[in-house]
Structure formats: C-alpha cells, structure tokens
C-alpha cells in the first residue's frame, strides 16, 4: 500500500509519519512511504489541513495527529 | 562539473570542519571585556529572567492551553464551511479576517489553508484576508502582544490586522478579477466534525479560561481609586472564584475524576498558604495540576493536553532564542545592548512616513519565529522606536517573510505575489502612521 504525509515539515507532520510508520511496522504492512512537502500539490487530495494522512489515494485523517491505535485503525 | 561533486560522506566530513572553524573564529574573536558586550551580554541573561518572572507562568502557560482548547474544542471543519466555494461574499471576507484566531494557532498551518481556501474555496480575496490576518490574531500573539507591550499596541494590532485585511482581500480581488481560477478537482476534503458539546458550554469554558488569564495579570493602577484599583485589589479572589467554575467544568463537562481535582485544589491551596505573596506558585502548581489530570486521557481532555504541550513544546524555545537575541542586541528598555539607541530612534523613531516605511519593509522581509516579534518590538521600543513605527513592523512582520514569499511565489505566481508584498507595505505603513498620530 502507498502510505502518503502531507504536511511543510512542521512538528506535527514529523510526528504523524513517525506514528504512521509504527503503526504500518506493527501491522506487518508492505507500504511506501512519501512525504508530501510542496504545498502546491496539497488540492491533488483536497486537503486543507495539515498534516495529513493519506493511503492509496484515500484522505483518511487530516488536520490532527492520531494514536498508535487510531493511525492502526485508519492503515487496516 | 565532476571535480566540484563532492563524495557525500566528504562533504558531509567538510561541514563538520565548517562548523569548527567557524566556532573557534567567534571564540578567537570574541569580544569579551569590551564594555557593551559584557553589558549586552547582562541584558540578555536580566530581560530572560523577566520574561521567566513576570511573563512565562502567569500569562503564557495559560495561554497554551487556551490555545490547546481552541485546536482541540473548535470545530475547524465548521468554520471553513463560511469559507467554501458557495459562501456568500460578504461572509466569507468577514469571517476570513477573523477565522486565524480559530485556525491559525501555529504559523505552519497558514499557507496551506490559504491556498486551501484560495483554490478550492471561497477565492482570492477571502484567501488573503485570512492570510494578512491570521498570524497577527492568533490567541497567543494578541495574548503576549497586549501583555508586553501594553493594552493599547494590543488592541491596535488585532483591530488593523482584521479591518485591514479586508482591505487588502478586496483590493486583491478587484485587481485580478479578470483572472478566472480553475479550481481544483477535489473537493475539499474537511476532517469530520465532532459530535460538539453544547455552544453554550464552550462558550462559558472559554470564557472562564479568558477570565482566569485576564485577572491573573491584572496589572497595577496608577490611581489608588477607580474601577481598574478596586478589581486589581480583589484579583486573585476573582481569579480563584473562576478558578472553581473551572474545576466544576473540568469534572461535569469533561469528566474529570473529583477526587482527582480535590489533589490539584488542595495543592494549590497549600502553595498559596506556604507563599504568600506570591501568586506564580500556586498558578504554577494549577497548570501542572492541570497537566497531570488530562495527560494520556484518550478523551477529548486528552487531546486538548496534546494540542497544548505541543504549542508548549513548539514556542518556548523559539520564544527563549528570540528573548535572548532581542536582550543582546538591543537591551531592556532604558538600557542599551549591543546596538546603540541612537541608531534606532535615527531610523524609526518619531512617526514620519519614512521611519514607518522602513520598519514595514524591514518587518515584510525578516522571518519572526511565532511569537519572538513581541520581545524584539519591546527591545525596539525601549531603544526609542516610535509607537507607530512598532504598529507597523507588527502589521508587516508575521505577515510575510522572505521564505513565506518564496512559498507563496509558487502559489499565487510572481505578479500576484509583487502586488501582495507591496499592498501589506503600504497598508502598514499607513496603519502605524495613523497610529502614531493617535497616540502622540
């Protein structure tokens, strides 16, 4: 699966990928990995708040970091 | 070319090498025992220490979790809906100016929803008004703009940054209105709103907040009678009365363990009682108390604990950096760091066109980390900066910097950009002229 971060770099996008990759790691998940830092392309998923989570093409969470669980939850 | 393509590990092997030589230069060269290094050197470490003293506890602390609430208790998705594409003109330039103190708690969340807002919402002109407006109204930044640097730069400040950046949206608008935007394919995808409390219960847990934070830095009045004495004499008694409703919604509202709540009030009773006279340690205790009961919570308390030790965690050492950069360079007020006063006040002292002009343009290019334009203003003012001159760089200064230009050039494009950098100078320019007209 293609696991996708929007976000400029800031603290909360660093720590959303770092949750999203325990999360993907714990579930034994084969996933890519791409950090969206232009903002330019944030409308390509329609996303306004960042940082985001986006997998296969599918906005699953945006504007908040998630919980181990929750980024579980969100990845399955 | 190939000769100059270094081996990554060699360069990463000379960067290091920089970086020593270029610490052993400043210490070769340090002017220690120079007179107004070690002075400045003083004023750095005495303006920290009043910042840590006067300002951190009472005024900050509460202020990150004010902001905190905001992030985790307001929905955002709601207020963007005032901002979409089918939103009425007149409302969405309205709440555009207003919306940063909702959105824009931290400086990196900007430029994404303005070029949200721009490309898949209600435009160009409502765009940029949020874009003028957000930084200079965020909580944090009108909460220490009017704590520092008075009630009346507070106030000036919030008030220009929001009529202002209807102005500018407008002129924006009108002046490109021939340029037809697509919009993007997607629509917008906004985070789900939450099932809410009750508004009136938000509305009456913010406002307890705000009370709290009001009273606690209730300064002194310079009559011995009058309305501003009499409350400043009762202040804390008001502030605790607050205090209680707090804890009654911490534990109604937010379910909070009462037993819990009775440690942290028992606390802060003790701290009162044990030191008296001075009120930083009980709030101190309180915000740590607070702390305590909604960290790791997987409610909502527990996200507004997140929301706020992140803003914490984020500004404080910027605000550190920036506190201590603004005391060497240019000392508490009265006294002079390592830039001399009659530099200062010869470039923007006074209120002429030309002094505000320069510090709109000086504040338009430099970077402010959020929140470090409060003490480099104060340390401006204390060297003899004009009050509208200091309008001015507060106006230009978060606004826009050299890399939100470069950012924004990729958004909007080299004219619109131009046009945008130049509207902001002026309109700062003009606000700190009038100010300073007022004031003086």
Sequence with gaps: ?76 | MSSLTLDPEVRHELRIFAVLAAVFGAAYFLPVGTPRFDAAVTEALELTKWYAREHFVLCLLPAFWIAGAIAAFVSQASVMRYLGPKAPKPLAYGVGSVAGTLLAVCSCTVLPLFQGIYRMGAGLGPATAFLYSGPAINALAIIMTAKVLGASLGLARAVGAVAFSVVIGLLMAFLFRREEQQKASAAAALPEPEAGRPLAHTAAFFSVMVGILVFANWGAASQASGFFAAVHGVKWWLTSALAVAFALMLWRWFGIELARISVVAVAIVGTAIAMPGHPTWPVLVGVLGLAWLTAGRDDEAGEWFNQAWGYTKQIVPLLLAGVLVAGLLLGRPGHEGLIPSPWISSLVGGNSLAANMFAAVSGAFMYFATLTEVPIVQGLVGSGMGPGPALALLLAGPALSLPSMIVLQSILGLKKTAVYVSLVVLVATLSGWCYGLLVT
């Design chain 1, 1 to 76: 699966m293609k696991i996708q971060i929007l976000g400029s770099g800031c603290a909360k996008c660093r720590s959303l990928t770092a949750i999203a990759e325990q999360a993907a790691q714990d579930l034994g998940l084969a996933y890519e990995l791409e950090k969206v830092t232009d903002v330019k392309r944030y409308p390509e998923f329609g996303v306004m708040f960042t940082p985001a989570l986006v997998v296969d093409g599918v906005v699953k969470l945006s504007g908040k970091v998630p919980s181990l669980e929750e980024a579980k939850r969100l990845l399955t």
